[in-house]
């Protein structure tokens, strides 16, 4: 399925280790609350992201949105580290506090979603296998540089999504429109 959003998930152990990592498998479950939806995958060795365990842990987490100009960054904390490993260091992109939830906020950013967790349903525990992470929006931050009349501006925003494949990305500057017909 392309092309696919990237929830950009930061998440902070028990023992306070910060995490950051994508994740293509995202989407709105719901709007009244308004609840997201993300799937962290098996490793092929069989364990589980930190992310995950993260969640777990502290029932808290926040999605920010990859835009072009964060695409590297957003690259290198891809990569499998151990669960000391903070990815905001690796990535050089900058943790500034949440107003809800004890995870941090990346800076760079221009949407964030505080998150607490409501459900987790693990759909198979093999490798590439995953779980489906539900949480609700507590706290929405959006830069007030790409709102345009109360409404995110895609032109500003600059987000990208992520094609099939190992590093196959898309941009969303080409848009069109079309009518919902009316019943």
């Not at 306070?16 to 609350?33: E, I």
């Not at 500034?96 to 349903?121: H, K, W, Y």
């Amino acid at each position: 399925m392309v092309p696919r959003p990237i929830a950009f998930v930061s998440t902070v152990s028990a023992s306070g280790t910060y995490n950051l990592a994508p994740f293509s498998f995202f989407t709105c479950a719901s709007a009244n609350p308004p609840v997201l939806a993300f799937c962290p995958m098996v490793k092929p060795d069989g364990s589980g992201k930190d992310t995950l365990a993260n969640i777990r842990e502290t029932r808290e987490f926040v999605v920010n949105i990859v835009s072009e100009e964060i695409s590297a960054q957003m690259n290198l904390t891809s990569g499998e580290y151990p669960p000391e490993v903070d990815e905001f260091a690796v990535s050089g992109l900058t943790p500034i506090p949440s107003d809800c939830v004890g995870a941090p906020r990346v800076a760079e950013s221009s949407v964030n979603m505080e998150c607490r967790l409501t459900q987790i349903v693990e759909v198979s525990s093999k490798p590439a296998g995953g779980s489906l992470v539900l949480g609700e929006v507590l706290r929405f931050h959006i830069d007030d540089r790409i709102v345009d009349g109360f409404k995110i501006d895609p032109d500003r925003l600059h987000a990208i999504g992520r094609m099939g494949g190992p590093g196959s990305y898309s941009r969303t500057r080409d848009r069109f429109e079309l009518t919902r017909p009316k019943a």
